[in-house]
Protein backbone atom coordinates (compact mmCIF):
# COMPACT_ATOMS: atom_id res chain seq x y z
CA UNK A 1 0.00 0.00 0.00
CA UNK A 2 1.57 3.19 -0.81
CA UNK A 3 1.98 5.76 2.78
CA UNK A 4 -0.48 8.34 1.02
CA UNK A 5 -3.03 5.64 0.56
CA UNK A 6 -3.05 4.88 4.82
CA UNK A 7 -6.38 6.18 6.26
CA UNK A 8 -6.50 8.20 9.75
CA UNK A 9 -6.88 11.65 11.19
CA UNK A 10 -6.04 14.36 8.92
CA UNK A 11 -1.91 14.95 8.45
CA UNK A 12 -0.57 18.23 8.87
CA UNK A 13 2.05 19.07 5.88
CA UNK A 14 5.33 19.87 7.04
CA UNK A 15 7.65 21.49 4.09
CA UNK A 16 11.24 21.37 4.60
CA UNK A 17 13.28 23.06 2.26
CA UNK A 18 16.94 22.21 2.05
CA UNK A 19 15.91 18.93 2.67
CA UNK A 20 18.60 17.02 1.37
CA UNK A 21 21.34 18.42 3.41
CA UNK A 22 22.46 18.40 6.96
CA UNK A 23 20.24 19.83 8.93
CA UNK A 24 17.43 18.32 7.06
CA UNK A 25 18.66 14.97 7.41
CA UNK A 26 18.45 15.73 11.06
CA UNK A 27 14.96 16.80 11.15
CA UNK A 28 13.11 14.55 8.88
CA UNK A 29 13.13 11.50 11.23
CA UNK A 30 12.21 13.48 14.26
CA UNK A 31 9.39 14.97 12.89
CA UNK A 32 8.06 11.60 11.16
CA UNK A 33 8.46 10.07 15.10
CA UNK A 34 6.37 12.58 16.63
CA UNK A 35 8.79 14.38 18.59
CA UNK A 36 8.10 18.20 16.75
CA UNK A 37 4.06 17.74 16.40
CA UNK A 38 3.36 15.15 19.33
CA UNK A 39 2.32 11.62 19.07
CA UNK A 40 -1.41 12.31 17.88
CA UNK A 41 -0.84 14.19 14.79
CA UNK A 42 0.15 12.50 11.95
CA UNK A 43 2.25 14.52 9.58
CA UNK A 44 2.68 14.50 5.71
CA UNK A 45 6.18 15.67 4.53
CA UNK A 46 6.97 17.77 1.48
CA UNK A 47 10.88 17.76 1.07
CA UNK A 48 11.54 20.54 -1.28
CA UNK A 49 15.25 20.60 -2.88
CA UNK A 50 17.18 21.98 -5.69
CA UNK A 51 17.98 19.73 -8.59
CA UNK A 52 21.42 18.56 -7.26
CA UNK A 53 19.61 18.24 -3.48
CA UNK A 54 16.99 16.04 -5.01
CA UNK A 55 18.78 12.54 -5.09
CA UNK A 56 19.85 13.10 -1.61
CA UNK A 57 16.10 14.38 -0.33
CA UNK A 58 14.72 10.96 -2.21
CA UNK A 59 17.35 8.64 -0.48
CA UNK A 60 16.39 10.21 2.98
CA UNK A 61 12.53 9.64 1.48
CA UNK A 62 13.54 6.22 1.04
CA UNK A 63 14.97 5.44 4.73
CA UNK A 64 11.67 7.28 5.93
CA UNK A 65 9.63 4.72 4.89
CA UNK A 66 12.08 1.89 6.24
CA UNK A 67 10.79 3.55 9.76
CA UNK A 68 7.48 2.57 9.21
CA UNK A 69 6.51 5.45 11.40
CA UNK A 70 2.88 4.81 12.36
CA UNK A 71 2.22 9.05 12.00
CA UNK A 72 4.00 9.29 8.61
CA UNK A 73 1.42 9.67 6.10
CA UNK A 74 3.03 10.50 2.69
CA UNK A 75 6.70 12.01 1.97
CA UNK A 76 7.06 13.92 -1.67
CA UNK A 77 10.45 15.18 -2.69
CA UNK A 78 10.13 18.78 -5.16
CA UNK A 79 12.42 20.60 -7.21
CA UNK A 80 9.07 23.21 -7.15
CA UNK A 81 8.12 25.71 -4.98
CA UNK A 82 4.75 25.07 -5.77
CA UNK A 83 4.38 21.33 -5.55
CA UNK A 84 6.25 21.50 -2.10
CA UNK A 85 4.64 23.84 -0.24
CA UNK A 86 0.70 22.77 -1.85
CA UNK A 87 -1.23 23.01 1.27
CA UNK A 88 1.76 23.62 3.77
CA UNK A 89 0.87 24.33 7.68
CA UNK A 90 4.50 24.68 8.71
CA UNK A 91 7.21 25.81 6.62
CA UNK A 92 10.70 24.86 7.80
CA UNK A 93 12.86 26.77 5.61
CA UNK A 94 16.33 25.66 5.96
CA UNK A 95 17.80 25.07 2.37
CA UNK A 96 19.57 28.82 1.75
CA UNK A 97 22.94 30.09 -0.15
CA UNK A 98 26.32 29.99 1.82
CA UNK A 99 28.97 32.62 1.76
CA UNK A 100 31.36 31.96 -0.84
CA UNK A 101 34.97 32.80 -0.71
CA UNK A 102 34.83 36.61 -1.55
CA UNK A 103 30.71 36.86 -0.91
CA UNK A 104 30.12 40.53 0.39
CA UNK A 105 27.21 41.15 2.11
CA UNK A 106 24.96 42.29 -0.28
CA UNK A 107 26.23 39.36 -2.77
CA UNK A 108 25.39 36.85 -0.31
CA UNK A 109 21.41 39.01 0.94
CA UNK A 110 20.96 38.79 -3.14
CA UNK A 111 21.61 35.10 -3.53
CA UNK A 112 18.92 34.43 -0.76
CA UNK A 113 16.51 36.52 -1.57
CA UNK A 114 16.44 34.54 -4.44
CA UNK A 115 15.10 31.72 -2.89
CA UNK A 116 13.44 33.21 0.30
CA UNK A 117 11.45 35.31 -2.36
CA UNK A 118 10.45 32.52 -4.49
CA UNK A 119 9.30 30.67 -1.78
CA UNK A 120 7.79 33.45 0.22
CA UNK A 121 5.19 34.08 -3.07
CA UNK A 122 4.75 29.77 -3.10
CA UNK A 123 3.54 29.87 0.30
CA UNK A 124 1.19 32.77 -0.70
CA UNK A 125 0.27 31.48 -3.06
CA UNK A 126 -0.56 27.38 -2.64
CA UNK A 127 -0.11 27.08 1.49
CA UNK A 128 -2.87 26.35 3.91
CA UNK A 129 -4.71 29.44 5.17
CA UNK A 130 -2.74 28.92 8.56
CA UNK A 131 0.28 28.38 7.51
CA UNK A 132 3.41 29.14 9.67
CA UNK A 133 7.03 29.61 8.64
CA UNK A 134 10.32 29.31 10.40
CA UNK A 135 13.42 31.04 8.57
CA UNK A 136 16.61 28.21 9.80
CA UNK A 137 18.57 29.33 6.87
CA UNK A 138 20.91 32.18 7.37
CA UNK A 139 21.01 35.47 7.48
CA UNK A 140 18.02 33.77 8.90
CA UNK A 141 15.91 36.77 10.48
CA UNK A 142 16.31 38.88 7.31
CA UNK A 143 15.21 35.58 5.06
CA UNK A 144 11.96 35.73 6.85
CA UNK A 145 11.87 38.89 6.07
CA UNK A 146 12.17 38.57 2.70
CA UNK A 147 9.78 35.48 2.91
CA UNK A 148 6.82 37.34 4.73
CA UNK A 149 7.54 40.36 2.27
CA UNK A 150 6.81 38.05 -0.53
CA UNK A 151 3.59 36.51 0.92
CA UNK A 152 1.24 39.63 0.95
CA UNK A 153 -1.65 37.71 2.02
CA UNK A 154 -0.13 35.75 4.67
CA UNK A 155 -0.16 37.84 8.68
CA UNK A 156 3.77 38.45 8.75
CA UNK A 157 3.31 37.41 12.30
CA UNK A 158 3.03 33.88 10.95
CA UNK A 159 6.66 34.16 9.89
CA UNK A 160 9.58 33.57 12.23
CA UNK A 161 13.13 33.02 12.47
CA UNK A 162 15.08 30.82 14.31
CA UNK A 163 17.11 31.89 17.48
CA UNK A 164 15.86 28.86 19.59
CA UNK A 165 19.75 27.69 19.26
CA UNK A 166 21.22 30.87 20.52
CA UNK A 167 18.76 30.55 23.32
CA UNK A 168 19.69 26.91 24.01
CA UNK A 169 23.59 27.77 24.02
CA UNK A 170 23.07 30.50 26.49
CA UNK A 171 21.39 27.53 28.82
CA UNK A 172 23.88 25.34 28.02
CA UNK A 173 26.31 27.56 29.15
CA UNK A 174 24.71 28.87 32.18
CA UNK A 175 23.70 25.36 33.34
CA UNK A 176 27.43 24.60 33.49
CA UNK A 177 28.58 27.31 35.28
CA UNK A 178 25.94 26.96 37.97
CA UNK A 179 25.68 23.44 38.10
CA UNK A 180 21.72 23.52 37.65
CA UNK A 181 19.80 21.58 35.05
CA UNK A 182 18.80 23.48 32.53
CA UNK A 183 14.94 22.83 33.47
CA UNK A 184 16.16 24.99 36.74
CA UNK A 185 16.51 27.66 34.74
CA UNK A 186 13.95 30.33 33.46
CA UNK A 187 13.73 33.62 31.79
CA UNK A 188 16.84 33.85 29.55
CA UNK A 189 16.38 35.85 26.42
CA UNK A 190 18.07 36.33 22.91
CA UNK A 191 17.87 39.61 21.56
CA UNK A 192 18.58 41.13 17.98
CA UNK A 193 20.32 39.19 15.02
CA UNK A 194 20.71 35.41 14.96
CA UNK A 195 24.64 36.52 14.41
CA UNK A 196 27.41 37.61 16.56
CA UNK A 197 25.86 40.49 17.31
CA UNK A 198 23.20 38.87 19.10
CA UNK A 199 22.31 39.81 22.92
CA UNK A 200 22.37 36.59 24.64
CA UNK A 201 20.40 38.26 28.23
CA UNK A 202 20.75 37.13 31.67
CA UNK A 203 19.01 40.00 33.23
CA UNK A 204 15.91 38.49 33.80
CA UNK A 205 16.54 34.93 34.50
CA UNK A 206 16.27 33.17 37.39
CA UNK A 207 18.16 29.70 38.81
CA UNK A 208 15.53 27.52 41.35
CA UNK A 209 13.72 31.25 41.81
CA UNK A 210 17.22 33.02 42.37
CA UNK A 211 18.12 35.23 40.45
CA UNK A 212 20.97 33.83 38.06
CA UNK A 213 22.65 37.21 38.34
CA UNK A 214 22.93 36.42 42.12
CA UNK A 215 23.66 32.62 41.30
CA UNK A 216 26.93 33.49 39.64
CA UNK A 217 27.73 36.45 41.84
CA UNK A 218 27.72 33.55 44.83
CA UNK A 219 29.74 31.49 42.08
CA UNK A 220 32.41 33.80 40.62
CA UNK A 221 33.19 35.48 44.53
CA UNK A 222 30.87 38.74 43.54
CA UNK A 223 29.08 41.00 41.48
CA UNK A 224 31.96 42.52 39.51
CA UNK A 225 33.64 38.73 39.10
CA UNK A 226 30.56 37.72 37.66
CA UNK A 227 29.63 40.73 35.30
CA UNK A 228 33.23 40.34 34.03
CA UNK A 229 32.47 36.71 33.34
CA UNK A 230 29.00 37.54 31.22
CA UNK A 231 30.54 40.43 29.67
CA UNK A 232 34.55 38.44 28.58
CA UNK A 233 33.24 34.53 28.11
CA UNK A 234 29.54 34.14 28.11
CA UNK A 235 28.34 36.31 25.95
CA UNK A 236 31.06 36.04 23.17
CA UNK A 237 30.92 32.57 23.59
CA UNK A 238 27.25 31.90 22.85
CA UNK A 239 27.28 34.36 19.74
CA UNK A 240 30.19 32.64 18.56
CA UNK A 241 29.38 29.27 19.34
CA UNK A 242 28.72 28.20 15.72
CA UNK A 243 32.41 28.88 14.82
CA UNK A 244 33.73 27.21 17.75
CA UNK A 245 31.52 23.82 16.45
CA UNK A 246 32.90 24.21 13.08
CA UNK A 247 36.47 24.56 14.90
CA UNK A 248 36.09 21.37 16.81
CA UNK A 249 33.93 19.29 14.98
CA UNK A 250 34.94 20.34 11.25
CA UNK A 251 31.89 21.01 10.18
CA UNK A 252 28.96 23.36 11.55
CA UNK A 253 26.14 22.86 13.82
CA UNK A 254 23.43 20.19 13.01
CA UNK A 255 21.46 18.04 15.18
CA UNK A 256 22.19 21.21 17.85
CA UNK A 257 20.05 23.03 14.87
CA UNK A 258 17.82 20.67 14.07
CA UNK A 259 16.96 20.19 18.21
CA UNK A 260 16.37 23.83 18.11
CA UNK A 261 13.99 24.05 15.10
CA UNK A 262 12.09 21.26 16.19
CA UNK A 263 11.75 22.52 19.62
CA UNK A 264 10.55 26.22 17.97
CA UNK A 265 8.04 24.95 16.26
CA UNK A 266 6.80 22.64 18.85
CA UNK A 267 6.75 25.38 21.52
CA UNK A 268 4.61 27.86 18.94
CA UNK A 269 2.17 25.23 18.40
CA UNK A 270 1.64 23.34 21.85
CA UNK A 271 2.28 26.47 23.86
CA UNK A 272 4.97 28.30 26.13
CA UNK A 273 5.26 30.52 29.14
CA UNK A 274 9.07 31.78 27.88
CA UNK A 275 11.38 31.15 25.11
CA UNK A 276 13.39 33.30 22.28
CA UNK A 277 12.01 33.68 19.05
CA UNK A 278 12.75 36.23 16.51
CA UNK A 279 9.47 37.49 15.11
CA UNK A 280 8.04 40.06 13.00
CA UNK A 281 8.93 43.52 15.79
CA UNK A 282 5.46 45.98 16.21
CA UNK A 283 7.85 48.59 17.84
CA UNK A 284 7.99 46.51 20.93
CA UNK A 285 11.14 48.21 23.62
CA UNK A 286 11.20 50.78 20.43
CA UNK A 287 12.59 47.90 17.94
CA UNK A 288 11.54 49.07 14.33
CA UNK A 289 8.24 47.96 13.00
CA UNK A 290 8.47 45.07 10.70
CA UNK A 291 12.17 43.70 11.32
CA UNK A 292 12.26 40.19 12.14
CA UNK A 293 14.35 40.62 15.33
CA UNK A 294 14.94 38.19 18.44
CA UNK A 295 12.61 38.69 21.56
CA UNK A 296 11.87 37.23 24.51
CA UNK A 297 8.37 35.94 23.50
CA UNK A 298 5.89 33.20 24.99
CA UNK A 299 2.99 31.12 23.14
CA UNK A 300 -0.32 30.14 23.55
CA UNK A 301 -0.74 27.56 20.99
CA UNK A 302 -2.10 30.65 18.55
CA UNK A 303 1.98 31.98 18.26
CA UNK A 304 4.82 33.40 19.08
CA UNK A 305 3.99 37.17 20.74
CA UNK A 306 6.62 39.52 22.62
CA UNK A 307 6.84 39.30 26.41
CA UNK A 308 6.43 42.99 27.11
CA UNK A 309 7.10 45.48 29.95
CA UNK A 310 10.50 44.01 31.04
CA UNK A 311 12.95 46.77 32.55
CA UNK A 312 16.04 47.07 30.12
CA UNK A 313 19.12 48.42 31.69
CA UNK A 314 21.72 50.59 29.55
CA UNK A 315 24.53 48.21 29.31
CA UNK A 316 21.45 45.62 27.52
CA UNK A 317 20.05 48.35 25.55
CA UNK A 318 23.33 49.47 24.41
CA UNK A 319 23.87 45.47 22.96
CA UNK A 320 20.48 45.10 21.53
CA UNK A 321 20.68 48.27 19.85
CA UNK A 322 24.01 47.02 18.18
CA UNK A 323 22.39 44.55 16.91
CA UNK A 324 19.28 45.99 16.01
CA UNK A 325 21.53 48.30 13.91
CA UNK A 326 22.24 45.31 12.05
CA UNK A 327 19.27 44.17 11.67
CA UNK A 328 18.36 47.73 9.76
CA UNK A 329 21.47 47.39 7.62
CA UNK A 330 20.63 44.16 6.33
CA UNK A 331 17.04 45.03 5.96
CA UNK A 332 18.17 48.65 3.97
CA UNK A 333 20.80 46.17 1.57
CA UNK A 334 17.64 44.09 0.49
CA UNK A 335 15.19 46.86 -0.30
CA UNK A 336 18.57 48.47 -2.33
CA UNK A 337 18.36 45.75 -4.40
CA UNK A 338 14.65 46.41 -4.62
CA UNK A 339 13.18 42.94 -2.48
CA UNK A 340 10.62 44.89 0.14
P1 LIG B 1 23.61 21.97 3.86
O1 LIG B 1 24.48 22.64 2.85
O2 LIG B 1 23.99 20.62 4.37
O3 LIG B 1 22.13 21.84 3.28
C1 LIG B 1 21.47 22.87 2.63
C2 LIG B 1 20.59 22.25 1.59
O4 LIG B 1 19.78 23.30 1.04
C3 LIG B 1 21.36 21.64 0.42
O5 LIG B 1 20.95 20.29 0.27
C4 LIG B 1 20.95 22.49 -0.78
O6 LIG B 1 20.86 21.74 -1.97
C5 LIG B 1 19.60 23.01 -0.32
N1 LIG B 1 19.16 24.22 -1.01
C6 LIG B 1 19.90 25.27 -1.45
N2 LIG B 1 19.12 26.16 -2.07
C7 LIG B 1 17.85 25.68 -2.02
C8 LIG B 1 16.62 26.13 -2.52
N3 LIG B 1 16.53 27.27 -3.22
N4 LIG B 1 15.52 25.39 -2.31
C9 LIG B 1 15.60 24.22 -1.63
N5 LIG B 1 16.76 23.73 -1.14
C10 LIG B 1 17.87 24.45 -1.34
O7 LIG B 1 23.43 23.01 5.06
P2 LIG B 1 22.89 22.75 6.54
O8 LIG B 1 24.01 22.38 7.43
O9 LIG B 1 21.73 21.83 6.46
O10 LIG B 1 22.44 24.23 6.95
C11 LIG B 1 21.31 24.83 6.34
C12 LIG B 1 21.22 26.29 6.74
O11 LIG B 1 21.03 26.44 8.15
C13 LIG B 1 22.45 27.13 6.41
O12 LIG B 1 22.03 28.37 5.86
C14 LIG B 1 23.06 27.40 7.78
O13 LIG B 1 23.81 28.59 7.79
C15 LIG B 1 21.82 27.51 8.63
N6 LIG B 1 21.98 27.39 10.07
C16 LIG B 1 21.15 28.13 10.84
C17 LIG B 1 21.16 28.05 12.22
C18 LIG B 1 20.24 28.88 13.05
O14 LIG B 1 20.31 28.78 14.28
N7 LIG B 1 19.36 29.72 12.50
C19 LIG B 1 22.15 27.19 12.91
C20 LIG B 1 22.70 26.11 12.05
C21 LIG B 1 22.98 26.51 10.63
O15 LIG B 1 24.20 27.20 10.59
Redesign the pocket.
Known amino acids: MAPSAVRGPAATTVTI??A?????YALLFRIAAGEMLGPDRPVRLRL???A??VR?AEGAALELQDCAFPLLREVDVADDPLAAFDGCDIALL?????RGPGMERADLLAANAG?FGPQGAAINAVAADGVRVVA???P?NTNALIAAASAPDVPADRFT???R??HNRALGQLSAALGSPPDEISGLAIWGN?SATQFPDVSHAVVRGEPVIDALAARFGGRDTADAWLDDIFIPRVARR?AEIIDVRGS???AS?AH?AIEHVRDEQAGTAWTSAAVVSRGEYGIPEGLVCSFPVSSDGGGYRVIEGLPIDDRSRARIDVSVAELVAERDAVRALGVL
Open positions: TGGGQIGLEIQGSVGARPIVGNAALTLDHGSSVAA
